[in-house]
């Protein structure tokens, strides 16, 4: 079965050789002609993809892309500790009033992790069958 299948793809391939050879010695600018016609239609089809499809895919730089890109530069100059590098500080957001005397109250204290508080179902009670 796989004798047979790679004799039928070289015989293919060796007719699309020899046509592409016959192609460019008697008509070469219809060669020429064809593969730019490929290329206008690819690029039409290209442009259509990132301007219409790609958004809704996942794959054309949309809200979630610029944010993870922005949070990316935020940690690289954060975590970076090389000497003689000034460190540009991220613009800090102004608490209200209430927020001011509550922090004022608290000790503030800075931790090297990026973890992030997920809230769950901490007052619901379980539903248990036992």
Avoid: W
């Amino acid at each position: 079965m796989f004798r047979k299948f790679n004799v039928l793809i070289m015989l293919i391939l060796g007719l699309a050789a020899f046509g592409f050879v016959i192609t460019v010695i008697t008509n070469p600018m219809y060669l020429v002609r064809m593969v730019l016609i490929v290329a206008a239609v690819g690029g039409i089809f290209y442009f259509l993809y990132k301007r219409f499809l790609a958004k809704r895919f996942g794959g054309g730089g949309g809200k979630d892309v610029n944010k993870y890109k922005q949070a990316a530069r935020y940690s690289a100059q954060k975590y970076q500790n090389q000497p003689g590098k000034i460190m540009k500080k991220p613009p800090k957001i102004k608490p209200s009033t209430k927020a001011k005397s509550s922090l004022s109250k608290m000790k503030k204290r800075t931790n090297d992790h990026n973890f992030k508080v997920i809230e769950g179902k901490k007052g619901k009670k379980k539903n248990r069958a036992l």
